[in-house]
């Protein structure tokens, strides 16, 4: 499969790169005077480079090219031509006044997947909103529901629409490929994914219990309310610690961790929506009990005894967890100017065709120019000279 990868920033770009991480041929187009900001977004540098960008450029192969330009976007098409999707995340109407609407690139190929990543959608009235994930995490609902009651509600921190969105739009890709090679007769089609509609995605059943029950659901801090119990809870050595028992059963064996067998019977808790009414009470028990143990003892009796609980580990936690290591969910990338550097390894893990790390992004603009434009496309090197002096490469 291969993808053309247009747009900048967040969104798009994780798409192509869950898209490269499977095995993707990703064609990552930047303007020449215009290069990815991902190239110098991050919290920090080790050798004078960001450290976002090989990872979101990962596996994928840097070609310049200027769309502005007419020879720019003849290019394109010939890219469209042998290619199976065009992955962009423009303000829509972009590609339109470049000359390169739906209905030119299909006639260059019939059977490209066009997805289009955008903050609000490719119509509607906010669709020439500039989009950032904050403002569609806010607008969707989904922020309204994070932090603690009374209190503004806080971001992650990351850039979860933008991630949100790149996984829907990888996901409708790959169903939309699925139907052209077996339904459609070769036939693309566009996969039109807002950061707005990929948060409000998420939002389980609070939409139905407004519209039935007139219920505005509310941040709830470290719970969710009516689920008991379901909490975070601090040990006696400071530790922070998720428990949660909130099925009848699991919270039977958590009463007898707990050395309180009697309490899966009380009246008050022995049902779901019994432990819900009363969530304060029997979180305020488990409290009690977490309280007078290190986490380390809390973790053992509990891990023993089949509740669900865990570490609220800190980045520093998580790359020793032994878990984490032997899933291989970190893995080494050996980039040439950083050197050895651990990232999020390939989910999900497939048994047969598993993914993987085969490069990091390189540094260089169009460092893959002569493989993509030469060697797959048959120009030849005189002409990309040219292309490069006139600006479009």
Known sequence: MRVIELGMVLAGPFAGRLLADLGAEVIKVEAPDRLDPMREWGNGTHRGRTLWWPIISRNKKLVTLNLRERAGRELLLALVAVSDVLLESFRPGTLERWGLSVKTLEAANPGIVIARVSGYGQDGPYAQRPGFAAAAEAMSGLRHLNGAPGEPPPRLGISLGDSLAGMFAAQGVLAALYERDTHAGDR???????????????????????????????????????????????????????????????????????????????????????????????????????????????????????????????????????????????????????????????????????????????????????????????????????????GVL
């Open 188 to 390: 693309g089609q566009v996969v039109d994914v807002s950061i707005l509609e990929s948060c409000l995605a998420l939002l389980e059943s609070t939409i139905p219990e407004y519209d039935r029950l007139g219920v505005v659901r509310q941040p709830s801090g470290t719970r969710l309310d009516g689920i008991a119990p379901s909490n975070v809870f601090r040990t006696r050595d400071g530790v922070l610690l998720v428990i949660a028992a909130n099925q009848d059963s699991l919270f039977r064996r958590l009463c007898g961790a707990m050395g309180r067998p009697e309490l899966a019977d009380d009246p008050a808790f022995a049902t779901h929506r019994a432990r819900g009414r009363n969530q304060d009470r029997i979180e305020a028990e488990i409290q009690a009990w977490a309280a007078e143990r290190t986490a380390g003892e809390v973790e053992a009796t509990l891990v023993a005894a089949e509740v669900v609980c865990a570490p609220v580990n800190t980045v520093a936690d998580l790359v020793v967890d032994p878990h984490v290591r032997a899933r291989r969910l970190l893995v080494e990338h050996h980039d040439p100017e950083l050197g050895s550097i651990a990232a999020p390894g390939v989910v999900p893990r497939l048994s047969r065709t598993p993914g993987s790390v085969r490069w990091t992004g390189p540094w260089q603009p169009g460092a893959h120019n002569r493989d993509v434009y030469c060697d797959l496309l048959g120009r030849d090197e005189a002409e990309l000279a040219g292309l490069r002096d006139a």
